[in-house]
């Protein structure tokens, strides 16, 4: 029996070698994949931008029409016949590896007339590079063609020309220029004669600081990646050590490879956390605006760039949080920003940064390091959070693993977001509520507290959440000793969330107003008198919305604005762990009674009907027909109470071997390395 016990033993770990060795490969597929990913996306480059699809070269009819329109002198330039077109430039830095030129995509598509372009550098009287057509090249775009050659080491400060020369020019001219943006260290000529404005083009050098990062990243994630799943695989963990564990290291990975300001709306976030750690709680209104006072230094970080048209306060990336290294806080010298949409949230959510942004302020004056602490603090208040649900819920652990390693969630957590707080909250708030309902003792006044306490605090975070407090009607009354205690539980935990909430609406109010010029009350009075068509305009948004809500709640689309775009493969990947949770995990089975199920799906129905009139209140045009800013991360919170009550079916009884810990382990390592150095190659 012993050696039976020992063979089984013996082919387990064989397996496990065989399984750890496949993982290794698909890390080094994804390593591959993300490598092509880098290159693809071109931020192995610095680039120069004069690409314009505007205006095509045209005749001299076509050339009077447009300049008349720009009040210049017309060109006489006769673009029948063979046409030389040549663009000068001055080249900024070494390493000159690639020109991308703009072409009529026409031209690609109807014509195979010959066309030549040549890169010459002057300096040296030289042709670097030479092409006799673009039809072999990669498009990028319809209109881009970019063209690489040998890497051109000491290019800085060299003349080089662009020749772009072909035939029939009458019929077909294909090269596009730029009216909006003249480059002014070259010239622009067309069959000898000098233009105003500049060819449509765009200049590669090879940035070997973007290669470094990426190849420094791309190592170790992978090196982080292999040896977790090593631990995972090969080493016994206890369920709450292993969610701890695997939710910190992946968190802290997002704290730094995400520059500073770009989780959603983060820097108007650091601002309000700053202004709360300074005392102030309810945002000052001057001359009609919600205005927040911070110090000069925190629109230090993009220097000269910031505030420009092109880029703004929260448009960071590598090279501009180590530029900003040594940028330190003067609490002396500020500035003053417009706080509207921030000062609506309660002062609640904001304490663990405001605190962390106090403290460290008496230690250190230096910038990042204050906004770095202040996320890895953020981070760990939620991991504690969610430990501690894991703890209390009587089932359901698998579910809270689940919702905490989805990149979206991570990232929101691991920013200085109040948005943290409150999907930490709303999983404790139905964790302890399930212990109570579930768990063999009674429900004592303590039991009342700490639920109303929680309750408060969600709906302190974001309103729209508040009806999860009427789930604490669902805990029977057999649990209570006394009536008196359920009435109680109904006055502290049902009521003071509302109250608190509302006696916060009053004083968000007046921000909002100056936020919408009162247009939310028109909006609720288009809602009142007309419900049936605003129910339409609800479920319109969600059929057109609905792939888009699945990207951004299962990271596909990730960080502020939807920067990091890691895609449809996690997302399915994170639907069919979903299902599998759903289907095959035995311990939410036969939980839940009818009533229970019923009670759950109508306050979730409630809550996301919350969610859309806040949003369409407040951000939707009047009277429109879609609801704008809606986004799939509102939904966060809803996935616990969501997948319990669908994991009551019984279409599998069995679950056979599947262990979910382990698929949510494993998959969440590596479909994390995916987002993760997907959010590297964005912010290079």
Known sequence: MAKVIQKLKDKCEANKKILFIVFILIILVIDVVMYSNFIYNERSYYTENYLSYDRSLKNDESAESASNEQNEEPSSTNLDGKVEVVQSFVSTRNNLEAIAIGFDKSFRTYSKDPINIKIIDKENNTTIAEYNSIYDEPVQSDTKYKFAFDKQPNSKDKEYEIVVTYENGSSTNPVLYNTAKTYENGTFTINGVEQSGSLSFEIYYYSRYATIIFTVALIGVTIVAIVALYLLMFKEFKFEKLFICTTLVLGLAYVFVVPMYRGHDEHAHFFRAYEISTGIFNTPIIDEHSITTIPAAFSDVLHEDYNTEERY????????????????????????????????????????????????????????????????????????????????????????????????????????????????????????????????????????????????????????????????????????????????????????????????????????????????????????????????????????????????????????????????????????????????????????????????????????????????????????????????????????????????????????????????????????????????????
């Open 313 to 684: 306060l929260n448009a960071t990336y590598y090279d501009d949080i180590i530029r900003s290294a040594d940028v330190e806080v003067d609490e002396e010298n500020t500035i003053t920003v417009g706080g509207e949409y921030m000062a609506v949230y309660s002062p609640l959510p904001y304490l663990p940064q405001a605190l962390t942004i106090r403290i460290v302020s008496l230690f250190t004056n230096n910038l990042l390091i204050m906004f770095y602490i202040t996320r890895i603090v953020n981070l760990l208040v939620s991991v504690f959070l969610l430990y501690l649900a894991i703890k209390i819920i009587p089932f359901g652990k698998n579910i809270i693993f689940f919702i905490a390693i989805i990149p979206t969630t991570l990232s929101q957590i691991a920013s200085v977001s109040p948005d943290a707080l409150t999907i930490t909250s709303s999983i404790l708030f139905i964790a302890y509520l399930l212990k109570l309902i579930f768990g063999k003792e009674k429900v004592t006044i303590k039991n009342i507290i700490i639920l109303s306490v929680i309750g408060i605090v969600l709906g302190l975070c974001k309103i729209v959440y508040v009806p999860f407090a009427l789930l604490t009607l669902l805990i029977p009354k057999e649990k209570y000793s006394k009536k008196r205690d359920r009435v109680l539980m109904c006055v502290l935990a049902v009521a003071l969330p509302i109250i608190a909430n509302l006696a916060w609406l009053g004083v968000a109010s007046t921000h909002l107003s100056l936020i919408d010029n009162n247009k939310s009350d028109t909006q609720k009075l288009n809602i009142l008198s007309n419900p049936i068509e605003y129910l339409r305009i609800c479920f319109y948004t969600l059929y057109h919305d609905f792939d888009l809500y699945l990207m951004q709640l299962f990271g596909g689309y990730m960080e502020h604005i939807e920067m990091v775009r890691v895609g449809w493969i996690n997302v399915i990947a994170y639907i069919i762990i979903f299902v599998m949770i759903v289907l095959f995990d035995k311990d939410i089975k036969d939980r839940l009674d009818k009533k229970m199920k019923i009670t759950i799906s109508v306050i979730l129905f409630i809550i996301c009907g919350l969610i859309y009139t806040s949003i369409y209140m407040q951000w939707s045009t009047l009277k429109n027909y879609y609801i704008n800013g809606v986004q799939g991360r509102y939904f966060i919170e809803l996935l616990l109470p969501f997948m319990l009550v669908l994991g009551q079916n019984k279409l599998v009884k069995e679950s056979g071997k599947i262990n979910l810990v382990k698929v949510i382990s494993y998959a969440g390592v590596l479909l994390n390395t995916v987002a993760i150095l997907t959010a590297v190659i964005t912010y290079i």
